[in-house]
C-alpha cells in the first residue's frame, strides 16, 4: 500500500477518452513547440483557469507554495517588526516566510477538533505591531473563515489564508483560496493539486494587490529591466503550468473521490472503534490532503502498522514555535513563553497519526487500515487493562 498514489493517477482516464499520460505528453510536446519557457501562453492559461475554480478575479501562478506565501506577505507590506498572527500547527513554510522578513510570528494556539487556528484566541493576540492574520487550512479542511475575517474586519488587519493543503475544499460553498484577502496553495507533488515538481498559486479579489503580487514574483519589474520594488524570481515554468493544465482536467473528479474515501475511511474506522477520526465544521468540506486520527503510544502504532504494510506519517511531530531555526520567533525574546504556550497544539503534535490517503485508495485498502488500527489499538487497550 502506498502513502500517496502518483502514479496510479497517470493511468486515470479523461472525458475526451485520454489517459492523463497522454494529456500531459501532449501538453509537454506543445511547450516544446513553441519554446516560451518562461511565462508562455500556458502561465496565462492556467492562471484563468485556477481563477476561475475558485471563483476569484485574480491568480498569479508562481514557484512554489512557499514563494506564494512569501510573495503575499511582501504585497501586503509585511516587513522587519511587525508582528504576523498565525497557527505553531503547520509545516515550516507558514512561519519561515513570516521570519525571512524580519517579522514575527505570533502563534494562537489551534481548535482541537479541527487542528485549525482557534477564533476564540485570536483578537486578544492583536497588537498595535500586528500587520496580517495567517490562517492555516490544515489537513484539507478551510479554518474559520467566518470568525477570523471578522475579527480581521473590526482591526482592519488583512487575512491570508495558507491553502497549501485544501485547495478543491469550501466553505459555504467558497472554495478555498477565496475565503479572505489572499489566498495561497501547492502544487508540491503530494498536495491535492500535486503537479510533477515545485508550483504553487496566489488568489485575490483585489486588483492592485495582484498586480503587486504578479510584479514581485518577476524581480519587481515594472517594465523590461526597470524594477520598481524588491521582488524576488518566483515564477512558475511554463513546462510545469503545462502540466497542471492536465491535471486540472481530472481535478473535479478527484476531489470528489477524496470527499468520499475520507468520509468512508471515517466510518470504517468509527465501526472499529477509533473516535479520533477527522471532524469537518458545519458549512465546510475536506479534500483530505491527510487523514489524521490520534493515537496513544504513537511509536509502536506506527510500527505495528509498518508491519501490516500500512504506511505512516506525522504532520507535525513538532509546533513552529519549538523548531531549532525558529527558536525565540525571530527577533523577538521576550514572547518567547506567550509563543510556545500552545497547549492544545503541543497535545496534539505528540497523538497525530496520518494514514495513507489519496483518490484511488480502494475499498479493500481502506478496510486493510480499518482492520489493522483496530487490531494494533485494540490489543494495546487490552495490554494496558492487563497491567
Ligand atoms: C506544503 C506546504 C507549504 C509549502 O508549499 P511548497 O510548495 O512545498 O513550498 C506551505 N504551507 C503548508 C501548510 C504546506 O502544507
Do not use: W
Request: glycine share 10%; with cysteine; charged share 15%.
Amino acid at each position: 500500500m502506498q502513502f500517496i498514489d502518483l502514479a496510479a493517477q497517470q493511468q486515470q482516464r479523461l472525458a475526451d477518452g485520454r489517459t492523463l499520460r497522454q494529456a500531459i505528453d501532449a501538453r509537454i510536446a506543445a511547450v516544446l513547440d513553441h519554446g516560451q519557457y518562461i511565462l508562455g501562453p500556458e502561465v496565462v492559461e492556467l492562471e484563468q483557469r485556477l481563477a476561475a475554480y475558485v471563483g476569484v478575479e485574480h491568480c498569479v501562478a508562481v514557484a512554489s507554495g512557499t514563494d506564494a506565501l512569501l510573495i503575499a506577505l511582501m504585497a501586503l507590506g509585511v516587513q522587519a517588526g511587525d508582528e504576523v498572527i498565525t497557527t505553531p500547527f503547520s509545516f515550516i513554510a507558514t512561519a519561515e516566510t513570516i521570519v525571512l522578513l524580519g517579522a514575527v510570528p505570533v502563534y494562537v494556539d489551534i481548535d482541537p477538533a479541527t487542528y485549525n487556528l482557534d477564533p476564540n484566541l485570536l483578537e486578544a493576540a492583536i497588537t498595535p505591531l500586528t500587520r496580517a492574520i495567517l490562517p492555516v487550512s490544515l489537513y484539507g479542511q478551510p479554518a474559520d473563515f467566518d470568525a477570523i475575517n471578522a475579527i480581521a474586519g473590526r482591526h482592519n488587519l488583512p487575512v491570508i489564508e495558507d491553502g497549501a493543503q485544501s485547495f478543491g475544499a469550501s466553505q459555504h460553498g467558497q472554495r478555498s483560496g477565496g475565503l479572505s484577502t489572499i489566498g495561497t496553495t501547492s502544487f508540491f507533488p503530494s498536495k491535492p493539486l500535486g503537479g510533477y515538481g515545485d508550483g504553487g498559486a496566489c488568489f485575490t479579489g483585489d486588483g492592485e494587490l495582484a498586480e503587486r503580487m504578479r510584479r514581485i514574483s518577476r524581480h519587481g519589474q515594472s517594465r523590461r529591466y526597470f524594477h520598481t520594488e524588491v521582488g524576488i524570481n518566483g515564477r512558475i515554468d511554463t513546462l510545469h503550468a503545462a502540466i497542471m493544465l492536465a491535471k486540472l482536467e481530472l481535478f473535479e473528479a478527484e476531489v470528489e473521490a477524496r470527499s468520499r474515501i475520507g468520509a468512508a475511511l471515517s466510518q470504517r474506522l468509527q465501526v472499529a472503534g477509533i473516535g479520533s477520526t477527522p471532524q469537518l465544521s458545519p458549512g465546510n468540506t475536506s479534500v483530505y490532503a491527510q487523514f489524521t486520527i490520534q493515537v496513544d503510544n504513537r511509536p509502536a502504532v506506527q510500527a505495528a502498522l509498518k508491519e501490516q504494510g500500512i504506511p505512516t506519517a506525522v504532520h507535525y511531530p513538532t509546533l513552529l514555535c519549538q523548531q531549532p531555526a525558529l527558536a525565540g520567533c525571530g527577533s523577538c525574546a521576550k514572547r518567547c513563553e506567550q509563543c510556545c504556550s500552545c497547549p492544545v497544539g503541543q497535545a496534539a503534535s505528540e497523538r497525530v497519526l496520518s494514514l495513507p490517503m489519496h483518490p484511488y485508495l480502494n475499498e479493500a485498502e481502506q478496510e486493510l487500515i480499518a482492520n489493522a488500527l483496530a487490531k494494533t489499538v485494540g490489543s494495546f487497550a487490552a495490554h494496558l487493562s492487563l497491567n
